[in-house]
């Protein structure tokens, strides 16, 4: 199906997304996701490529894989970060993997590592493209008397005092999007009122550990989170679901990637059945990629 962020000349193929497979010394394998887009996050495939092949991989091979606090502080000296994280959707596709590596060394899924428990399925939500939107301040109060729940992505993220300005009003939870990468930003933009909650996406942020400590920020601040995924792919959607469903999402997660993508990577692909989706259990992210569909869609996709 048409989505608005794949249109374009190089684009307008499929999604792009660089799989990333790590082995340990033991063996023990991981599967990670990175899902690059240039019109949305500022990250290409053929970027995130060079970023893994020419500065992470390098720092990151002998490391434990499970000091995963080491791992970043790696991942973030070596790549910089500015104002804020520096390629996380990269980065992200490493977190996801180690984490799944941990899982199987442990035997355990993602989320009992965390000592939480996820439901057998999550609900999920449908994305429109509205092509032609108004000023979000004129129609915040419209929306809530048609029944909208939440205001997200209103303005552009660099526009501090605009989301000031839509939590002032009050007509609408203001929730925001791609302009939260840290938990450090996060915090600061709490503190300058410019948010009740985010629309959480792993792959954007810098993997599950950053997820992860934001949405234990939103918690204790009483904020709300939303889950969204911006058609993520099998792997990085796996991830998803699990962290969603382990801190008890308890609405229709965003999570558009069986509604738009028309291939899979996995040896049981997920599956829609009544806009539900069942929550991987197996150890790691409870996903089985099938290496051979990896290599079949690689040759047939890849420009590179």
């Not at 999007?177 to 629309?199: H, N, Q, R, Y």
Request: glycine share 12%.
């Amino acid at each position: 199906m048409r989505f608005t962020f794949f249109e374009g000349p190089v684009s307008s193929g499929g999604r792009p997304a660089v799989i990333i497979k790590i082995t340990a010394s033991d063996g023990t394998v991981g599967w990670g996701e990175s899902v690059p887009i240039p019109r949305w996050g500022g990250e290409t495939a053929e970027g995130a490529l060079a970023c893994l092949r020419n500065y992470l991989v390098p720092v990151l091979k002998g490391q434990d894989a499970l000091d995963m606090e080491h791992i970043h502080a790696l991942m973030g000296k070596e790549i910089a970060n500015g104002f804020t994280t520096s390629y996380p959707i990269t980065k992200a596709g490493l977190d996801i993997a180690l984490h799944d590596l941990i899982g199987n060394a442990q035997g355990k899924n993602i989320a009992e590592i965390w000592g939480l428990k996820t439901p057998d399925e999550m609900v999920l939500s449908w994305t429109l493209n509205p092509m032609n939107p108004t000023t979000a301040l004129e129609m915040a109060p419209k929306l809530a008397d048609s029944g909208v729940a939440v205001l997200e992505g209103a303005v552009h993220p660099h526009c501090l005092s605009g989301f000031q300005d839509l939590r002032k009003q009050g007509a609408l939870p203001i929730i925001m999007d791609e302009g939260c990468m840290s938990p450090t930003d996060v915090s600061e933009f709490i503190k300058l009122k410019m948010l009740d909650g985010i629309a959480m996406k792993p792959s954007r942020c810098g993997g599950l550990i950053s997820a992860k400590a934001q949405i234990e920020l939103l918690n204790r601040e009483g904020l709300v989170f939303l889950g969204s995924g911006l058609t993520d792919p099998d792997i990085s959607l796996a991830a998803s679901l699990i962290l969603f469903g382990a801190f008890g999402l308890n609405r229709p997660a965003a999570l558009n990637g069986p509604q738009f993508l028309g291939a899979s990577v996995l040896k049981q692909p997920f599956v829609v059945n009544g806009g539900k989706v069942k929550i991987p259990k197996g150890p790691g992210l409870g996903i089985e990629v099938d290496e051979e569909k990896v290599r079949d869609l690689s040759a047939r996709t890849w420009r590179g």
